[in-house]
């Protein structure tokens, strides 16, 4: 089964390429991603100098964050990377599409993340584009042993006074992660 990965994120355009299969490249890219060619399609690969948390699920899958970054348009976009830790191919949870109607159309995606504010009391989920999609990445359905997939998410921004938030993936323990 072939893995397909597409980002998208916020930005111009008419969303065209933007829904299934569409591009790969964000429009409003992190400012420490860089974009390599890893094997995979040429995927954008996160900066993996810093390890923000690392969370580890029970389904041999693996989260490593290594950036949350805010923009100037109030945004807070989070890369890392997905590993599969066991000996054997394993496939993402349907949870991790989340509940709601529209983000369940666009298919595999991480959509289900959420971020927590502590201090503020709030809960922050992927934000949408003007069509319904998951501004995160889209298409994981496998991921074959031993392999890593980059992935990004993109939330609102809490507010500057907040310098940490709970990341929460769907079925895998919460981790807190500095806001830089």
């Known amino acids: 089964m072939a893995l397909t990965i597409s980002l998208t994120a ?13 591009g790969n490249t964000p429009s409003s890219a992190p400012s420490k991603e860089t974009s390599t060619d890893d094997g995979n399609g ?12 690392t969370i580890i699920g029970s389904n041999g899958f693996q989260f490593v964050i290594n950036t949350a970054v805010r923009d100037a348009g109030g945004f807070l976009t989070v890369t890392g990377s997905i590993k599969n830790t066991t000996d054997k191919q394993i496939y993402a949870p349907i949870q991790w599409n989340g509940q709601e109607t529209q983000v369940k159309r666009t298919g595999p995606s991480l959509g289900g993340t959420t971020l927590v504010d502590k201090t503020e009391k709030k809960r922050y989920y992927v934000l949408r584009d003007t069509d319904g999609f998951p501004l995160t990445t889209t298409g994981v359905t496998g991921v074959k042993a031993g392999e890593s997939i980059a992935f990004f998410a993109q939330f ?25």
């Open 42 to 53: 040429g995927n954008t690969v996160p900066d993996t100098s810093v390890t923000l948390a």
């Open 10 to 22: 916020c930005g111009g355009g008419d969303g065209d390429g933007q829904k299934a299969g569409g």
């Open 156 to 180: 609102p921004a809490p507010p500057d006074s907040t310098s940490q938030v709970d990341i929460q993936v769907p079925m895998m323990p919460s981790a807190t992660i500095e806001i830089s």
